[in-house]
C-alpha cells in the first residue's frame, strides 16, 4: 500500500510522482543576470563603504545573490540554481572590482588580475566563501 493525498492505495492504482521542478531557459538567464548584477553592485557598493570589513560585507552580498538569483528563477528550488548562485557571486566579485578601479584609472589588461591578487588577504577570501556559502544555502 502507498500513501497518498486521499487516502491508502495500492501502488499500482496510486500513480503518486514526485513532481519535477525544471527551470525554463528564461529563468535561468534571468536568474544569471539578477545574480551577477548584485554581485558587481554590491562588491562596488563594499569598495565605497569599507567600514564593515570584507566578512560581513561578502556575507550580505552573498545573501542578496542568493535572493535574487532565486527571484529570478521563479522561487523555484532546482539543483543547479546553488552552484550558479556561487558562481554569479565569484563572477560579480570579479566584475565589480575590475569595474570600480577601470573608472579610476585607465583600462589595463593586467587589471583583470586585481581580484584575484585580492584574495591573497585572508579576510576577502573567508568573506567570499561565507558569502558563497549562504548564496548556496538562500537558493537550496
Do not use: H
Not at 18 to 31: D, G, H, I, T, Y
Not at 53 to 68: K, N
Request: with cysteine.
Amino acid at each position: 500500500m502507498v500513501e497518498t493525498p486521499v487516502g491508502a492505495r495500492c501502488p499500482s492504482c496510486a500513480g503518486v510522482k514526485r513532481f519535477r521542478s525544471l527551470l525554463k531557459p528564461a529563468e535561468l538567464v534571468r536568474a544569471v543576470g539578477y545574480g551577477i548584477a548584485v554581485g558587481a553592485i554590491g562588491t562596488v557598493i563594499y569598495t565605497f563603504v569599507p567600514f564593515l570589513g570584507p566578512l560581513i560585507s561578502f556575507a550580505i552580498v552573498g545573501f542578496g545573490v542568493g535572493q535574487v538569483v532565486s527571484v529570478g528563477a521563479n522561487r523555484k528550488r532546482a539543483r543547479e540554481l546553488a552552484p550558479i548562485a556561487v558562481a554569479c557571486l565569484f563572477v560579480g566579485y570579479e566584475i565589480g572590482l575590475v569595474a570600480r578601479f577601470a573608472t579610476e584609472t585607465s583600462f589595463d589588461p593586467g587589471l583583470l588580475l586585481l581580484p584575484v591578487l585580492a584574495l591573497r588577504q585572508l579576510q576577502t577570501l573567508l568573506g567570499l566563501l561565507v558569502g558563497s556559502l549562504l548564496a548556496w544555502m538562500r537558493v537550496r
